[in-house]
């Protein structure tokens, strides 16, 4: 059969016609598979939502709990009948709860990994590689200038700055989901054990990552009603990005604004959002983990979305692989 008759674009999202069921649909749809709980991609509404049990108990608290119809939890290497298509969730290092699909039928396996990235994190399981006849891969930073440092050199840039000025605070923008814990964490293992502040918005979250045994360390309300602007000096403070524009930001004694992102490699994007101390650290692969991904799973088709598509699909072909883009629309960067 062909890969087309497996998994194919509607304005929904990737769909199924043989399983009948849905891969992130963008919109409200009877059966939905969802890869993981960032907001691009799980959506409420749906009839029934499978996901992993991370997953389901995110968009739980995201969405609230009637999110979704009927709810069923994929523990990750078990195969699932779907109408006679076989599914199985694999890790894929992108966030607390994360999975690439992998569909099978009548011989044609295809995986779509959703979002992944290859770097470790101790936040979440280890991506895994899984062989395949077409892979459907991200392409968020699928360009040759994107190169992620390791994400341990930028937090020692971060407690460098610290070191040097006692004297202010240091904000750190993060999505709430998936990024803020991994800073958090990477705080912990450089050794920072002094209480982290935390916006509210990334409370719930935090909360739930510590219930599933990934140590944050102290975690503070950033709040000045109890206490003075003197109280954050040397602080480091972790909040939305959205959150640095508004009056929560101009709470902190002369703030030193920072940004940890994979998009704070491009110095003029740093620059005009005012970052002081960009933080190029990223939940997506960069180009050189996006092309040895794509090598290690073995597949001879390649269908590239949400991102730098046209470049990914010529270094495939260049590699003497089948590429096609997919021009899926509702995926931003929420996590990136």
Known sequence: MRPSDLLCSRP????????????????????????????????????????????????????????????????????????????????????LGSAQIAVRYNGLTIVASGDYKRQPDPTCAAFEVVPCDVFITEATFALPVFRHPPAEDEIAKLLRSVGQFPERSHLVGAYALGKAQRVMRLLRDAGYDRPIYIHGAMAKISDYYQSQGIDLGQLEPATVETGTKADFAGAVVIGPPSTFADRWARRFPDPVSSFASGWMRIRQRAKQGG??????????????????TIKETGAREIWVTHGREEALVRWCELEGLTAKPLHLIGYEDEGQ
């Open 275 to 292: 970052v002081e101390l960009p933080l190029i650290i990223s939940d997506h692969g960069d180009w050189d983990e996006l092309a040895a």
């Open 12 to 95: 929904q999202g990737l769909y199924c016609p043989p399983g009948d069921f849905f891969i992130d649909p963008v919109s409200p749809v009877d059966r939905a598979l969802i890869t993981h709980g960032h907001s691009d991609h799980a959506r409420s509404g749906h009839r029934s939502v499978l996901a992993t049990q991370e997953t389901l108990d995110i968009m739980a608290l995201r969405y609230g709990e009637d999110f979704a119809g009927t709810t069923q939890a994929a523990r990750l290497g078990e195969t699932i009948n779907l109408n006679g298509v076989s599914v199985c969730f694999h890790p894929a290092g992108h966030v």
